[in-house]
């Protein structure tokens, strides 16, 4: 028995099957990118003009002998959340969770009973609550949201994200993302692109619990803020969040954010209303060829259809201009085969 | 022959061989892991006690078997600009920067021929220019550094690096980068640190130029800001960089800072001065084993010396609070074999 002409095949399988396992590990660091090579790496997603034109842009930019080529420090992409990674109706999450949290501290303040804001949210009274406009909302925030260090607030969501269930939908608000969303991430994170969250949702709301949900860590999810203090509080250091609004990511802030913080200009960016078509126009500006995307909630059904009038995620003027420019539309009803988790049957 | 028998060492190895070869692509994606273990990490440092405290910190840090081991997501490392990864005498380089763009601007602003601050620019007055206070040096600053996009000012800074050269050393400014510092960075992304520079310099101003110096991308990149605006420009958008103060990332805005950002507490923390102090403070309330390092300015021949009575990198409160808590202070004379990426010899 020749013994090196028995090993030499084994060795080969062995080789091949090392650097295969390595270069997987090296994208991903888990199985899901052969997976995502070998099938479908966007299967909630109808065979729609949408997803190819997603597929044929990333397939472009990761290809080295493409002029289109894309260094993998310059995949940046930027996705809004509420409406376009998980659901933003009848009413932005973070808004039921302040109520909630009004209803929670109500026992402390007996004026809420007789005033507003406080009154219509104790009430569930929604119409009220909205007709307080900016400043009754501010309000609500401010109350429910300021007070406590940034490590007891963080332990205040992720209870609260535990039992609190959506007015309609009956079902945790963690359980309303998007699945196709979802795998788009990971198709990019797949073809190397950084991920990031920015929302106008506050900051520090998100990180409490959809790090895992969308797979990206806290250091690329930005928002809205509080202001926030220091107090070394005798060697046992707290970061105090007080009543006052820092910054609001949401139109122009979205790209000055953006700026601030990732200092790159995105190559890929993904919204649903007009509050991010600053950045899907920074986005546009990229010298790098670019892929602006927006989802428009036209499933009355499954999810709910809203665009030009709608008072929460309004897409009007956005809408115009992707037209106009030819930026990709989703097209909820048409080309997604299911919008939430759970109705994945497996 | 038992050919199982055989094959079973083989395989023994070539499966150990893997595991290693894949944990190391896993690792960093480079052949560095390796040489690191191999040899000296830290081979500009002396076998001093701070390089055994580093090097225990992160070998046991990073051990799966400790009680101290922290996940990688949790591993992330801050560490401060100015006088910590590069010099800051006889002025903070940023202030040449202002100074020598103060100049080539002087030709639109004849006024400055006799208006202080901006006199003593002109003429390389420096003790006139630091009298002017901060509000002189705020003049100055706004003068240099706003008033253009973002996309301008970086090429601006780009420029100036490639010619400027240091009024004493009589090297470019980029040149004056601490070797041991850099061996360091280097060795905790070896082990899977985050590394984050968290500096009261501007953010614009560091980005331009030291992420390949200090092989830290932008995103990682944190600092002092100029206020912005967005401007769509009929469709050729512009982030414009105008006069006043965004965010002061020095003292309390360290910490701020990086919650803000990063949304997570450090695990290391390395600085200088006393503006560090409420950094180093809020790394030694992590929960997980954590790491405070000072460099003290010891060397009056190779570098400077300084600390308790600087105008510039002061260091009196933090030396105490390192030596009361037994923080890790780096004696430059003695611990740092070479100081500049200059001095080495190949």
Redesign the interface.
Known sequence: ?N?KN??KP??SV?II??LF??QE??EK?TQEVAKAEAIDPLPSWNDSASKEAIMSYVSDVTNTESQNFIPI?DR?STFDNDGNLWSEQPAYFQLFFAIDRVKELASEHPEWQTEQPFKAALEDDMETLMKSGEHGLLQLVMASHAGSS?EEFDAIIKDWIKTAVHPTKKVGYDKLVYQPMLELLQYLRANDF?TYVVSGGG??FM?AFVSPIYDI???Q?IGS?IK???D?ND???K?IRTAGI?FIDDK?GK??NI??????KPVFASGNSDGDL?ML??TA?NTHKNFMLYLHHTDVVREWAYDRDSHIGKLDKGLDQANKDGWTVIDMEKDWKVIFPFELTN
């Open positions: 028995m013994f028995v090993l084994i060795f062995i099957t090392t396992n390595c590990v090296k660091g420090a940046i940034t950084k900051v520090d990180r860590p806290a250091e999810i803020r926030t203090e220091f070394y060697g046992n250091p970061i820092d122009d790209p000055l700026q601030k913080i990732i200092g790159k600053p126009q920074w500006s």
